[in-house]
């Protein structure tokens, strides 16, 4: 009779392939002890800043007798959690292959389990694996383990030590995992009853920040649920714990309202806050908005919990399951990000609808997960709409108000003439207040044709934000793929990898790299908080600026020179305003460089500030062919441009935001550099 047989390197490629971080590996084991009904498990890394330390993963859970290491930890593939018995805890087990704990075993040379089983009081039993043994062997199965059992004075639970790792562990390693332990059970959750802890001083310093829970001064608590028969219900309260929105089922299925979810029951929780002084201000807090910031640093974003663990990525600082930033970049104004949020999604699962994938990165696409999805974005999209009620009826108020105030102050005005104005005078009261008529009408014509004009240049934003968020999943995309393309490129080609492959491979992680950024770009300026007015430091808004521009920068080879005044000068106004003046003139002078004879080598921008008196001059200058082909007191109107598929809105923004800011903007033809100079002053606040 003959069996499948399997060679040792299907150990090292299940290891690689299914768990590539080390993080993902040791959170596997940390699994392991929940399922066995631990109620704390302790994570020590030793010596991992150099290759050879261990790391050592110890819980109190129920421990293994010889039969279940035997017939299960033994055993890939499968696992007896496979059965979905519920722990004497009451714990679904969250695993199901056997396979998870292998890469995060592989991390080492060598393996020691400890395990004293709680039905055997004083007995340990151990077993050790050397990796290097496999090395030598025909089939996985010529390897055999001896399985040692012994008297022990210790408490009941299990040890796994794994030694002479084969990478190091750097601070970000260490920060990363720590974030991941803190976060596995609901750290926010009081009856989780899952303690865990890394012996790191990084730990330490993040748990400080996460356990800080500043849920109190979230502007907006929003909860839902999905009972057992697919029914939902949701509520929205305000910060004082008062429901202003309800939603049945038939308000928030944004299909078919009879049709139940068809995803286990689900309970949906989140926190929205306003990250802006004046809404902290409003309700008396001593909490700062910088705290609240930090805190959902580290433990922000809608997070999913599956039989009481984390299931990665969702959650993760990058990741955007619910589209939250998507819907965002549509609509900014009553959406928040997942930045400005903390929420968790809790399913319990006991019939293994959600379907974990091999790689215990997600579910899979399935039915169930799918309209877990559906249902997580459908609340959303009632918090929003309702939300957006509220703003929409507040405007049409003041719309309408607006004329009838208008109205009585004409009044009051004739009422204050005809009463406290001698007889003689009052003709040429009413004039100059007849002449004032007319001024403030046509303020409010410019007005308008300028509300026209910025409606389509936030359309064009906006339109460029949803393009640039959809852009990110090719960009990692093209990533995965370089890395996979340079991994089996090196095991297959050997030294020749570097003839054939490197260079291509290296472009590719270029372009990835540069495209992310280049989609970062109009998200980043599009950030509700940047148009709050207040103080402006505008050394910080032109280093974010060029550090935003490197990219386009590099790609045109082009020089950033900046010659700062010594100090901190500062205006009174809005980032959005400064950034807007900044990005054209950087825009413009990379466009000057793209031109028909325009210059190819040693492409020069300077950026200069100066203080004259009370007021800052910011100098764009570059290198290029200047201004040609129009006149300069043309260069600031609407739909002018020299340049072939340009908007001719650019400079019509700086002037407008200089102008807003109480300042004013110039601009030679010929600068001190040889190409165009644009000169913008504004006042300064002096301290």
């Known amino acids: 009779m003959m069996h499948f047989k399997f060679s040792p390197k299907i150990l090292q490629r299940l290891g690689e392939e299914l768990v590539p971080n080390p993080d993902q590996g040791i959170i596997e084991l940390v699994k392991n002890s929940y399922d066995a009904d631990a109620t704390e498990c302790t994570v020590e890394l030793i010596k991992t800043s150099a290759i050879g330390g261990s790391i050592i993963i110890s819980d109190n859970g129920v421990g293994m007798d010889k039969d279940a290491i035997s017939e299960g930890w033994l055993v890939l593939g499968r696992s007896k959690k496979a059965n979905r018995e519920v722990t004497k805890l009451g714990r679904l087990p969250v695993g199901n292959k056997g396979l998870g704990r292998l890469a995060a075993l592989q991390m080492g040379s060598q393996v020691i389990l400890k395990t004293r089983p709680k039905d055997e009081p004083g007995i340990e039993y151990s077993l050790t694996i050397n990796w290097d043994d496999f090395q030598e062997a025909d089939v996985v199965e010529d390897v055999p383990f001896d399985v040692q059992k012994s008297s022990t004075d210790k408490q009941y639970g299990t040890d796994i030590i794994v030694s002479n790792l084969k990478n190091i562990f750097i601070k970000r390693d260490i920060q990363r995992l720590a974030r991941e332990l803190l976060l596995l059970a609901d750290p926010f959750n009081n009856h989780a009853g899952f303690r865990l802890q890394l012996i790191a001083p990084e730990f330490y310093e993040i748990e400080k920040k996460v356990n800080n829970a500043y849920f109190s001064d979230a502007e907006y608590h929003l909860k839902a649920y999905i009972n057992e028969d697919g029914i939902a219900k949701a509520s929205l309260l305000d910060w004082q ?9 038939s308000d928030l299925s944004q299909e078919t309202s009879e049709e139940p979810y068809k995803t286990p029951p689900t309970e949906f929780e989140l926190w929205v806050f306003l990250l802006n002084p004046q809404s902290f201000s409003a309700r008396n807090t001593s909490v700062s908005v910088k705290q609240v910031r930090e805190w959902l640093a580290q433990a922000g974003n809608i997070r999913l919990y599956h039989r009481g663990l984390r299931v990665k990525p969702y959650g993760d600082p990058d990741d955007d399951w619910l589209n939250l930033n998507y819907a965002r970049a549509r609509n900014p104004e009553v959406r928040p990000s997942t930045k400005t949020v903390i929420g968790r999604v809790i399913v319990s699962d006991p019939d293994d609808m959600l379907l974990q994938k091999t790689d215990r990165l997600g579910f899979i696409e399935n039915v169930a997960f799918l309209e877990l999805k559906r249902f997580g974005i459908d609340v959303l999209e009632w918090m929003a709409k309702e939300r957006l009620k509220v703003t929409e009826m507040q405007r049409e108020r003041v719309k309408k108000q ?65 393009f640039a968020h959809e852009s990110g999943k090719p960009v990692t995309s093209i990533e995965k793929i370089a890395k996979r393309i340079e991994k089996k490129g090196k095991e297959i080609l050997l030294e ?34 940047k148009r709050r007015a207040g103080v402006v430091n505008i050394h910080s808004i032109i280093d974010e600026m060029v550090t935003l521009f490197q990219s386009f920068f590099e790609e045109g080879k082009i020089e950033v020179i900046q010659q700062k005044v010594d100090g901190q000068p500062c205006i009174y106004g809005s980032d959005a305003l400064l950034e807007a003046i900044i990005t054209n003139l950087l825009t413009n002078a990379i466009n000057a460089f793209n031109v028909e004879g325009g210059r190819i080598e040693e492409r020069k921008v300077i950026i200069r500030t100066e203080i004259e008196g009370s007021h800052l001059k910011i100098k764009v200058l570059d290198n290029g062919l200047g201004i040609h082909n129009i006149k300069v007191d043309e260069i600031w109107l609407p739909g002018k441009t020299t340049r072939e598929g340009g908007t001719g809105l650019g400079l019509t923004i700086v002037r407008d935001s200089v102008t807003d800011l109480g300042g004013s903007v110039n601009a030679i033809p010929k600068g001190k550099l040889g190409g165009a100079e644009f000169i913008v002053e504004l006042p300064l606040i002096r301290e």
């Open 241 to 249: 714990g008062n429901v202003i929105f309800h939603a049945e089922h």
């Open 402 to 466: 607006v004329p009838r105030d208008i109205t009585e102050a004409k009044a009051r005005i004739e009422e204050v003439i005809e009463t406290e104005v001698p007889q003689e005078s009052r003709p040429k009261v009413r004039g100059a207040v007849q002449q004032y008529e007319i001024v403030t009408e046509r303020e409010t014509k410019v007005l308008r044709e300028d509300l026209q004009l910025y409606r389509s240049l936030a359309t064009a934003g906006t339109t460029a934000a949803v």
């Open 496 to 529: 020749k990898y570097e003839q054939y492959l490197e260079q291509p491979v290296a472009k590719l992680y270029e372009v990835s790299k540069s495209l992310q950024r280049f989609s970062n770009f109009p998200l980043h300026l599009l950030k509700r908080e």
